[in-house]
């Protein structure tokens, strides 16, 4: 009655007058739709939520498909409605007909991937259009390499619309806002057939499970505040629950675990074995079967559980093994013997990264770390900005240079190198790993490119504004060198890698701040630079664990032709947790840091 008085007055119609009060009419509707329920009247609760629903899509589109800078934090914004509404669809598909429920689980599945538009997935998906583009054989092609500040400029755009990377300016993202504009109709006239695959709104259940294999098992959450929707799909079914976990005890028990596999000055923390197999009941008991017959697991996670690697979870309840020797020998059902785990942005990327080309990178391999440091030798990477930022939030030369030396982050790339049987001018260390050593070469030569330094977390800090990895200190800094390559440089480069290893300080989840969204911004903008997989670390990695497992991933992926990262980081870690290294590799804090994010 409020909306409709309101649209009287200013003389709108429903859509247009929504769309401008997107803010207050999203809650509003979803509100509605809950308490429809609520009150029995499903018809009135389903009307809502298809509001609601309409009203979400449309914002998205146009904000996709207008590049807008600002779109992240409009979406950032609307996510925690996003969310409830996808919850009230889960609940509604679990009363009514058969017919009713059925309606109600495409409903909520596709209601389920809203609040997963993140600036993570779309760099995913404007990637894959990019490399889909350049990579046909049409007028598109020939358009994006007639000159090459176009070509910059697309591609700029591309991580813009994709990433919505906010670290990039205004106004450089409406200069290439602008050179889009002027050759869109050129591109459009020789648009390549499999261009569409960009789209944003969500897709349906068929479309979605026909990019699963018949052993591949696609699971997605959603991090409600009342309960956690969980959805797991196959080639043949899918399925939908509302797990008894508010976002809030979802919070609490991803902490715990977190918590349990920082190492503290040296030292192992006991790990709370209950917690992981209570969590692995509350979430995904009702779909362990499928689960553990699966070979692969395709994971899309939200909220809490964005921080925290699926592997170490336990399918079983134990009882806690005293000491790291009888960790080894206790044979514990952790998930990581279950299948191999990949982590997707959103449901919509895994066609976009299926359709990918593959990598047409010559050289074999590209390591880059032990940065020519002058603090303390440590084996522990990741520091924070406050470490490194002098009063008016630039980075301190004299700061940075102080940073603790990594000398096994040498022996990590040595090692990798080896495996790879690569040569050691095919490593930047020292004096070498910097950013303008970087810059002069050709990267997008390298299929697999590696980090080996400090991890620098953006946090809250208002001067240091995104992550950052850290580099030799130049002599002198200027724009193109300050000794830290920023996630918005990252997403600059041209890569063509089919993955980037950043072994550092949580590369992996969200950067630093409480109220951060989807995955890390240098994971997502090494994506946007066009890593196809990313491999990185939830915490503070040791440097020697570190180096036999990534080495022996590599090993193994090469056994495969380099194919399947997922599976060769699966068998890197049981190795890890069961017989290399000394006994406390059995603790999941060595073996579990590391996850994969895209396709296998």
């Known amino acids: 009655e409020w909306f409709a008085r309101v649209r009287e007055e200013v003389g709108a119609t429903a859509p247009e007058f929504h769309q401008r009060h997107i803010q207050q009419a999203l809650p509003m509707l979803v509100w509605l739709g809950a308490d429809a329920l609520r009150a029995g009247r499903r018809v009135d ?40 509404a996808a919850d009230v669809r889960a609940a509604l598909a679990t009363t009514g007909t058969p017919q009713e429920q059925a309606r109600a689980r495409e409903a909520a599945f596709e209601a389920a991937q809203l609040p997963h538009i993140t600036d993570a997935a779309l760099a995913v998906l404007a990637q894959a259009q990019q490399r889909l583009l350049e990579s046909d054989g049409s007028q598109s092609r020939q358009a994006l390499s007639t000159r090459e500040d176009i070509e910059v400029a697309l591609r700029r755009i591309a991580a813009l619309r994709a990433a919505f990377i906010a670290y990039v300016s205004d106004e450089e993202a409406e200069r290439a806002s602008r050179l889009l504009r002027n050759r869109e109709p050129q591109l459009r006239s020789g648009a390549s ?22 052993n591949e098992l696609l699971l997605t959450t959603v991090s409600a505040d009342e309960a956690t929707v969980v959805v797991a799909m196959t080639q043949a079914k899918m399925s939908i629950r509302r797990a008894p976990l508010s976002k809030a005890s979802l919070a609490e028990a991803v902490a715990s675990l977190r918590a349990g596999v920082e190492i503290q000055d040296g030292m192992l923390p006991p790990f709370p074995y209950q917690v992981a197999a209570k969590l692995f009941e509350d979430l995904f008991g009702g779909f362990k079967t499928d689960i553990l017959s699966a070979k692969h697991l395709y994971f899309v996670p939200d909220g809490p559980l964005l921080s925290l690697p699926l ?23 952790w998930l990581l013997l279950g299948p191999a785990i990949s982590i997707l942005p959103s449901v ?10 593959a990598s047409a990178a010559q050289e074999a391999f590209l390591g880059i770390g032990d940065p020519l ?12 900005a406050t470490e490194i930022l002098d009063k008016s939030g630039r980075v301190s030369l004299a700061a940075l240079s102080q940073l603790s030396q990594l000398p096994d982050s040498k022996i990590e790339l040595l090692s990798m190198a080896k495996a790879m049987d690569s040569k050691s001018e095919d490593l930047l260390l020292q004096q070498g790993a910097t950013e303008t050593g ?11 490119i590696a980090f080996a330094t400090h991890g620098l977390l953006a946090g809250e800090l208002d001067g240091l504004v995104e992550p950052a990895l850290v580099l030799t200190p130049p002599q002198t800094a200027s724009r193109s060198d300050d000794g830290v390559l920023m996630a918005s440089e990252i997403a600059a480069l041209k890569l063509d890698a089919e993955v980037v290893i950043l072994s550092a300080c949580n ?31 939830h915490w503070s990695v040791s440097s020697d664990s570190a180096s036999l497992l990534m080495s022996e991933m590599i090993r193994q992926s090469r056994a495969n032709r380099l194919s399947n990262w997922s599976e060769a980081h699966r068998v890197a870690m049981v190795k890890l947790s069961r017989e290399a290294g000394p006994p406390e590799y059995a603790h999941p804090a060595h073996w579990a840091p590391f996850v994969v994010i895209g396709t296998p």
């Open 45 to 84: 609760a389903v009307r809502f939520l298809d509001e609601a629903d309409g009203l979400s899509r449309s914002r998205i589109t146009r904000e996709w498909r207008s590049g807008n800078v600002a779109a992240a934090s409009t979406l950032a914004s609307l996510r925690s409605h996003l969310r409830r």
């Open 193 to 214: 057939p499999n261009s569409d695959i960009a789209a944003v709104t969500p897709v349906g259940s068929k479309s979605a499970s026909v990019q699963l294999r018949s």
């Open 311 to 333: 592997h170490l979870l336990l399918t079983e309840k134990v009882s806690a093994p005293e000491g790291a020797s009888a960790i080894r020998s206790a044979n514990l059902p």
């Open 348 to 357: 919509q990327s895994l066609a976009a990264l299926r359709r990918m080309p």
């Open 373 to 384: 440091l002058k603090g303390a030798a440590s084996g522990k990477r990741g520091v924070a």
């Open 438 to 448: 970087i810059r002069r070469l050709s990267l997008d030569r390298y299929r697999v």
């Open 507 to 537: 590369t992996a989840g969200s950067d630093g701040k409480p109220q951060a969204e989807g995955l890390s911004g240098l994971a997502r903008a090494f994506i946007a630079a066009g890593a196809r997989r990313v491999v990185a670390s």
